[in-house]
Structure formats: C-alpha cells, structure tokens
C-alpha cells in the first residue's frame, strides 16, 4: 500500500511500514480509540495538500495559491454539518486535545472554574488533568461516578456545580460505557449560567448513526476527535453555535496554531463523505451490538463489567476477582494477539500504570465486518487468555486462533 515510493527511498522504513501493516492484519484490535481510516482516508492524508499554507480560513488566508485548499476546507465543513447539524465548524484542530483546547482558550480565562469528569472514572487528560495544560492552567472540580451503580450522578452533579458555580461543565469521556443524558447537562449549567462542552471523541461516529443521542441541540460547544468511531484521519474539531463562531476560529488561529493540515482537513473531508453513508451508520449500530454481546459473553464467563454492562461500543472490565492486574492482563491478552489497554475502574486502588481493569472496544473489529457470532468468540478467547495467564502453551494456541480469524476478516483487501 502506497509503498512502492518509500520502498525506493527508505527501504528501512518501507519494511517498519510493512511489520506495521502485517500487525494490524493479523492481530485483533480491541482498543476502544481506534479504527481502520479506508484507503480513501489515508490516500488523502499523503496528498499534495500538504504542501500548502493556508493560515487563515476559506476565502480570508494569510498565503496566496489558496483556491483549492479552500475548496477542501469548505467541502469538509460543509459535510460535518450534514453529519452533525452544527451551526459552526471549525475542521482545523490537530487533535481532540487541542479542539478542547481552543475551547477554553475562546471563553475562559486563567483561573476559571471548570466542573469535569475525573480521569481515573473515565474523563480525559484534557479535560483538567493536573499533568495537562487544563489541569494547570483551570481550576478543576472533578465529578465521579456514583459508587454503586459506577454511572453518573445526575443529582450529586447539580449539587457539586450549585456549590462551585464553575464558567464551563465539560461531559464526555474516554471510558464510559454508558448514556450521556446532555439534556441534563445543560439543564444543571444553566442553573449557574455555566457553558457546557461536550466531547464526544470517543461517540462521535455512534451521534451520526443516532446509536447516542447528539449533544449538539444542548452544548455550547461540542468537540471531538475525527479518527476514533469517526474512522477519519487523526485530528480535532469544533462544533458551536454561530454566536460563538468568532470567538472559536481565533482561538484554533492565531490562538493556538498556525497552518491548518490541508492534507489531514481533505482526508477528513473524505472520511465525513463515507460517514454520510447508509453503510457506515449501520457499522455504527453494528458496533453497538457487538459490545453488547461481548460483555454478555464476558459476564457468561465470570468477569464483572464496570457498571453491569453497555450502551455504546466500549466496556470496562473489572479483573480484580482473578487477582490480575490491568497491566499483566494487557500483556497476557497481547501475547493471544489481542491488543488492548489497561484502564483505571471507577475508585481504583491501582495506580493508573497497574490498573485495575482492561477497557475493550468494538469499533475496529466491526470496521473488520465482524458481527455477534466472532464476539462471543473474542469473548472467550479473553476469557480462557487471562484464566491461562501463566500457560505460554495456551496462550499461543489462542494466537493462533485469533490470526485466523483476523485473516477471515481482513482489514485492507
Ligand atoms: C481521545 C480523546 C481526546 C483527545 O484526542 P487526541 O487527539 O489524542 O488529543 C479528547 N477527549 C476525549 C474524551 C478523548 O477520548
């Protein structure tokens, strides 16, 4: 795949491309965050575009030659409101943190008081993270998740933001299986006049398909990553309201960047195309059910998954009966050729580089054009890697098993 160039160039790295490509053929990928972008997607991220400045926005840029990066941009923006029904959309942000960045950078000042979800319970870094900008530069009041039922309180929130009276609420998270009711949301930041940003990165594909309700009828601003249930190229973006449109494509230029990708915003424009489809909304709910009966076949199979289960295409599993840490169980299930991601469960007494649980997605697999029948036998497969933790023997018969079927569903045909 668009090798033979770099074969001649670098073949070092033309053959680092090739393990990498061979990886993700032959191992199955359970990483709630990714995805398989087609090859229109990423024929576009290697396109001529990336040799263009194009400071500014359509029509008003700081370069000349710009009429075609233009027309990119503007047909990429002009498909995200089909696909999302924003008033406002800004396609530059390089990645989702720097989408959420420019959000605060447009409303808050140094100092403001931002009412987040808390990372060990499934927020975000970005999201007010004392190791990230937002956590140094804001005043945080982390909100959790009620100890019980492990989903949001809705009543605890409204009382912690009444008390705190934060500028901005932000919702939406990194690994939390369940509803976000962002009608809600907005009710409890009205009662304080708060703005309320939803990031949706992790769900972004699922709103398309109506799999989640859409916060944009609610927030006032609504940001999101392009390459996770989107299946785009890597990158950020921000919806708002037209009365915050301004405010918004000052904060992503000048206020944080300089060029936009052309390259990555054409690809985006590609990757929204092939979202507007019938086909990719049935992926979407296709996702949906597989995480559903994956965690069926994994309570079948005596784990407990955070919060009893799944609305949307992730789950967390909570390994602490099998006296497993997240951290060995990443490496076990790794070694039967399932990738996944440690993660912290909801009041973790495991530091978030052990954990506690593993969290699984189902948007890569189903991009695969995997249905419930291949679940169950992911399901199992997790479930006999961890129950034979110590067995390399077993572990490489599940290897096998799993190459297999990831080569009945191959990823780029
Ligand atoms: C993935 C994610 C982001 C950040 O995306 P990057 O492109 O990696 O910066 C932001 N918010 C949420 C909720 C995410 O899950």
Same mark, same amino acid.
């Given at each position: 795949?668009? /090798? @033979? ?25 359970l990483?709630a965050s990714e995805n398989y ?7 576009? /991220? ?12 359509? %029509? ?20 995200a409101?089909k696909l999302f029904g924003a ?7 390089? @990645? ?19 009412? &987040?979800?808390?990372? &060990?319970?499934g ?20 909100? &959790? ?6 989903m949001i ?7 912690? @933001? %009444?008390?705190? %009276? ?5 919702c939406g998270a990194s690994a939390y299986s369940r509803t976000i009711d962002f009608k809600?949301f ?12 939803a990031d949706v990165a992790h769900i972004a594909g699922l709103i398309v398909a109506d799999a989640h309700p859409s916060p944009v009828p609610y927030a006032?601003?609504v940001?999101t990553t392009t390459h996770k249930t989107l299946r785009g190229?890597?990158?950020?973006m921000?919806m ?31 990757a929204f195309?092939e979202a507007l489809t019938d086909d990719f909304k049935k992926d979407q709910i296709q996702t949906v059910k597989n995480a559903k009966t994956l965690s069926e ?8 998954i955070?919060s009893?289960g799944t609305d949307n295409h992730l789950m ?39 954990? &506690?649980?593993?969290r699984v997605g189902t948007p890569a697999a189903t991009t695969r054009g995997m249905k419930e029948?291949?679940m ?10 961890? %129950? ?26």
């Amino acid at each position: 795949m668009f /090798m @033979s160039d770099i074969l001649k160039v670098d073949p070092e790295m033309a053959a680092v491309l090739e393990r990498e490509l061979n990886r993700q053929e032959t191992r199955l990928d359970l990483i709630a965050s990714e995805n398989y972008a087609s090859k229109a997607v990423m024929e576009a /991220m290697g396109c001529v575009l990336t040799n263009k400045y194009a400071e500014g926005y359509p %029509k008003s840029r700081y370069y000349g030659g710009c009429e075609y990066a233009d027309e990119a941009e503007v047909l990429a923006i002009e498909r995200a409101k089909k696909l999302f029904g924003a008033e406002h959309i800004n396609v530059q942000p390089h @990645s989702g943190s720097g989408a959420n960045m420019a959000v605060y950078f447009s409303v808050l000042k140094p100092g403001d008081t931002i009412l &987040s979800m808390n990372l &060990s319970e499934g927020g975000h870094l970005s999201h007010g993270n004392p190791a990230s900008f937002s956590g140094q530069l804001y005043n945080i009041i982390p909100y &959790s998740v009620q100890r019980e039922t492990e989903m949001i309180d809705y009543d605890e929130l409204e009382k912690l @933001s %009444k008390e705190h %009276k934060p500028q901005m609420i932000v919702c939406g998270a990194s690994a939390y299986s369940r509803t976000i009711d962002f009608k809600r949301f907005k009710e409890i930041a009205d009662m304080t006049d708060a703005y309320l940003l939803a990031d949706v990165a992790h769900i972004a594909g699922l709103i398309v398909a109506d799999a989640h309700p859409s916060p944009v009828p609610y927030a006032d601003f609504v940001t999101t990553t392009t390459h996770k249930t989107l299946r785009g190229p890597r990158g950020g973006m921000v919806m708002c309201r037209e009365e915050f449109a301004k405010a918004i494509n000052k904060s992503v230029f000048p206020g944080i960047q300089g060029g936009p990708l052309m390259n990555t915003i054409a690809a985006k424009a590609v990757a929204f195309k092939e979202a507007l489809t019938d086909d990719f909304k049935k992926d979407q709910i296709q996702t949906v059910k597989n995480a559903k009966t994956l965690s069926e076949t994994l309570i079948q199979n005596g784990f407990r998954i955070v919060s009893g289960g799944t609305d949307n295409h992730l789950m967390l599993i909570d390994l602490t009966s099998f006296n497993i840490t997240g951290k060995d169980a990443e490496a076990v299930c790794a070694k039967a050729g399932i990738v996944l991601n440690m993660n912290t469960i909801p009041f973790d007494k495991q530091k978030a580089f052990i954990a &506690s649980g593993i969290r699984v997605g189902t948007p890569a697999a189903t991009t695969r054009g995997m249905k419930e029948e291949e679940m169950k036998f992911v399901g199992n497969a997790i479930s006999r890697a961890i %129950k034979n933790a110590g067995d390399d023997a077993a572990l490489e018969k599940i290897r096998l098993e799993v190459k297999d079927l990831c080569e009945r569903f191959p990823v780029y045909k």
